[in-house]
């Protein structure tokens, strides 16, 4: 058990929640030099919540993945999965998963993606996504976690003939500042 203290109140106990996640039984492959395989532990307790206020973690190369600080307090998560492209802190595009695994509507229905974190918390949990051959939805969930379109965080200003610079370094987990969107459908 770890403690994750928050300011000025009580401290907030956690538990490890980490695992590997593989695309059509491989290893996640990076479609682009700026993309990244997100994980979202999507609390279930909040349903009118859009995916982009959870908890998240980019997975590494070998496919795993593990909530930092601790990991995350005990309740009923479910797992999203996007591949989006990421540059200036700020996540952007389509999903490359093509939004099979991104709307907590639909893997709430699906038993492997929900988890009834408690203690001691888990850090085994693998899932493999079924890609290839799949049909993907019309359109993203009204609360299916999406990159941002424009590739900017809510109030950044564009300025002009501003070159954008490829991503060198992958994205930090949980970074302090990211913006998501939620699709608008």
Do not use: W
């Not at 493999?128 to 941002?148: D, H, M, Y």
Request: overall charge neutral; hydrophobic content about 35%; charged content about 20%.
């Amino acid at each position: 058990m770890n403690h994750v203290f928050t300011t000025g109140l009580k401290p907030l106990v956690v538990y490890p929640l980490a695992g590997k996640v593989t695309v059509d039984h491989e290893l996640p492959a990076a479609t682009s030099q700026r993309s990244v395989f997100v994980v979202v532990a999507y609390d279930a307790s909040k349903p009118v919540a859009p995916a982009a206020g959870n908890a998240f973690v980019t997975a590494r190369t070998d496919g795993s993945f593990e909530f930092p600080d601790g990991g995350l307090s005990p309740g009923k998560y479910v797992i999203l999965f996007a591949e989006l492209g990421y540059r200036k802190r700020a996540y952007y595009g389509n999903d490359a998963l093509k939004n099979l695994y991104n709307d907590p509507e639909v893997n709430a229905k699906k038993p492997e993606f929900v988890i009834d974190h408690q203690a001691p918390g888990k850090t085994g949990y693998e899932f493999n996504l079924s890609v290839a051959g799949e049909t993907p939805p019309a359109a993203p969930g009204p609360k299916a976690l999406v990159g941002s379109q424009s590739g900017r965080c809510a109030g950044e200003v564009s300025q002009p003939n501003q070159r954008l610079e490829g991503l060198s370094d992958p994205p930090p987990e949980n970074s302090a500042k990211f913006c998501f969107r939620t699709s608008l459908v």
